[in-house]
């Protein structure tokens, strides 16, 4: 039995990666100053329609008021597990602020995984009674979104960024089934 072996692609498909894929966990901590924002907001953010003034800080288009930015961002990514990344991130969260004085915002992706290894460390630090909320980010199917877009309305139609926006937006205020369901 002769077997046959894949003849190689000439190129990689668009987002493609050479290589065996890895998963790496990704954590991020800092600080900010709280406040309300809106969808139209967060929609900005992502689709990063914020103009920069000569100061390089992120102003809004509209009141010309700084936009609210992450504080002393610390970043770190790990290899070995969900646990050891979050532990990690934990332990810088503990230095940044010894005294257990502010609020824990946790933002986290759709992996069931992630947000278990999450709570497992969280509760082994004593620090599940100080998260004030848990978040799920919106960048994931912000990629989806994107991708419906473009089937629909193809990469340069102008058309495209439009429906994103009010696709993203139609999320935010709850009507996640009607997104889907479109």
């Keep these: 039995v002769v077997k046959k072996t894949e003849t190689p692609k000439a190129r990689r498909a668009k987002g493609e990666k050479p290589g ?50 992450a504080l002393n961002k610390h970043y770190r990514a790990s290899l070995i597990s969900k646990d050891n990344a979050i532990e990690r991130a934990v332990e810088q969260l503990i230095k940044r602020d010894p005294d257990g004085n502010k609020p824990i915002v ?43 877009g473009t089937a629909i309305y193809g990469e340069k139609n102008p058309e495209r960024r439009e429906w994103v926006r009010d696709k993203l937006l139609d999320i935010l205020n709850g009507k996640v089934g009607y997104v889907m369901g479109a």
């Design 20 to 69: 065996t894929k890895k998963e790496a966990t990704v954590t991020a901590t800092y600080s900010f100053n709280p406040g309300e924002r809106s969808g139209q907001d967060i929609v900005k953010a992502l689709l990063h329609e914020y103009k920069v003034t000569d100061d390089d800080a992120p102003h809004d288009d509209e009141s010309n008021e700084p936009v609210r930015v």
């Design 106 to 148: 946790v933002l986290i992706d759709g992996d069931p995984g992630l947000e278990k290894a999450m709570d497992r460390v969280l509760t082994n630090n004593n620090l599940q009674e100080r998260v004030d909320v848990k978040i799920l980010d919106i960048v994931h199917a912000c990629e989806y979104i994107w991708e419906a």
